[in-house]
């Protein structure tokens, strides 16, 4: 906890502050749209009722644009997950409700700064938060970016400002649980077309990949367990967090009811419920309380992990989901994400992964030969390996350059 806060001090700055004020009442988020152009990229965030915002750039860790609320909710039906990808100079977005302000965060895919920030009443749609971003160059992005003068109070403006960006996969020791899941007196879905119940397969596929991790010398591989024996969901999600693991995967076989059509793997990463439930537990276990500093930094401290958390995991489920997509059908070949309790731990990135549906003919085929399940669990090897690519010198890390698209009229 120490380094943590450590590397949070070293690494936090704060901006270039605009100030726009609106209504005292909570309004919801209901739209963000872009617009990309040669000269800017302009941001508009629509409202129910004018919102109180404030709009600065961080230049450390990572470039980002933060767009601060004295209240806010989120209600955009077409990102339930809170989350999007932007247009020209912004990258991927989200909105943090949980913070001490409510803000939306944005990756800046350039360094860039703040030309304009103003307010506009309904013309057809919300009220209108526009932010426009114009590039500049890196000497000038740091310059503007810095502690405000009128800053006094530290725990304040971590609390209110500070974003963390995700840190690489750790390298030292790196730690793999694997959890097969179900076992003992849950057998999970029971098989349809002969062969073993969801945890038998479970247990031989997880045996199959921690066989695949050790042969590699690269991985501490950590079982939940490693016969027929049943485990607690809370009690996997601990011996994760006892091990300060670097990567949980959990293995499951699905099951469609009395349907037989659905087939092919999913990956889930967590959802926002999902992120809610970690925070609340992560305050409830008190691991996060120092009583020598104020209660506002561990709670930054808990989003900051929180932060990672997500990143990794999103990550490593992008890596696992194309890999597994080359050897197996895809159930859904779109980040998937859930509330599944043994992913609700703070700090260790987790996913679910459900290698196919024993309700499918094709599905239990594969899931039960023993061929067909190592070459599935040979592609979640291959996933573990590119996630901590960097650890063997690989890149480790994969840029996706956006061409700014040219927008009709955003305003």
């Not at 806010?72 to 409700?97: H, I, K, S």
């Not at 050897?327 to 260790?348: G, Q, S, Y």
Request: glycine share 8%.
């Amino acid at each position: 906890m120490v380094v943590v806060m450590m590397r949070l001090m070293a690494s936090l700055v704060a901006c270039a502050l605009t100030v726009i004020s609106g209504s005292a009442f909570a309004s919801d988020i209901t739209k963000v749209r872009f617009g990309a152009y040669e000269t800017h990229t302009r941001i508009v965030i629509e409202s129910e009722t004018p919102l109180d915002s404030r709009a600065f750039t961080l230049a450390e860790p990572v470039s980002r644009l933060v767009v601060s609320f004295d209240q806010a909710g989120w209600d955009v039906p077409e990102l339930p997950n809170r989350q999007g990808e932007g247009d020209g100079l912004v990258g991927r977005f989200q909105f943090d409700g949980q913070a001490g302000a409510p803000r939306l965060v944005f990756a800046l895919t350039a360094p860039s700064t703040i030309d304009h920030h103003f307010s506009l009443d309904p013309d057809g749609g919300g009220y209108r938060t526009v932010v426009d971003l114009i590039p500049v160059g890196s000497s000038t992005f740091q310059q503007v970016s810095g502690f405000p003068a009128e800053t006094t109070n530290m725990a304040q403006f971590l609390v209110e400002n500070a974003v963390v960006s995700a840190a690489p996969p750790a390298c030292e020791a790196v730690r793999v649980v694997i959890d097969p899941g179900h076992g003992g007196r849950d057998p999970g879905a029971l098989a349809r077309f002969g062969g073993g119940d969801e945890a038998d397969v479970n247990l031989a596929a997880g045996l199959e990949l921690r066989d695949l991790l050790n042969a590699t010398g690269r991985y501490e591989v950590i079982m939940t367990r490693d016969r027929d024996v049943f485990v607690d969901l809370y009690d996997r999600v601990e011996i994760a967090r006892e091990a300060e693991a670097d990567l949980f995967i959990s293995l499951h076989a699905d099951s469609a009811g009395s349907s037989s059509t659905p087939e092919g793997a999913t990956v889930y990463s967590m959802n926002h419920r999902a992120v809610d439930r970690a925070r609340s537990r992560a305050i409830s276990q008190g691991d996060w309380v120092d009583s020598n500093r104020p209660e506002e930094v561990s709670r930054i401290l808990v989003e900051m992990s929180l932060t990672n958390k997500e990143s990794q995991s999103e990550r490593f489920a992008d890596a696992l989901r194309s890999e597994v997509g080359r050897v197996n059908p895809l159930f859904r070949n779109t980040p998937m994400r859930a509330n599944f309790a043994v992913l609700i731990d703070a700090e260790v990135p987790a996913v679910l992964f459900e290698m196919g549906f024993l309700t499918n003919r094709n599905d239990a085929r594969r899931l039960n030969s023993a061929t067909d399940r190592r070459r599935l669990m040979q592609s979640a090897a291959a996933a573990i390996d590119a996630h901590f690519a960097h650890c063997q010198g690989g890149e480790g890390e994969r840029y996706i350059a956006q061409n700014a698209a040219s927008a009709s009229s955003t305003r």
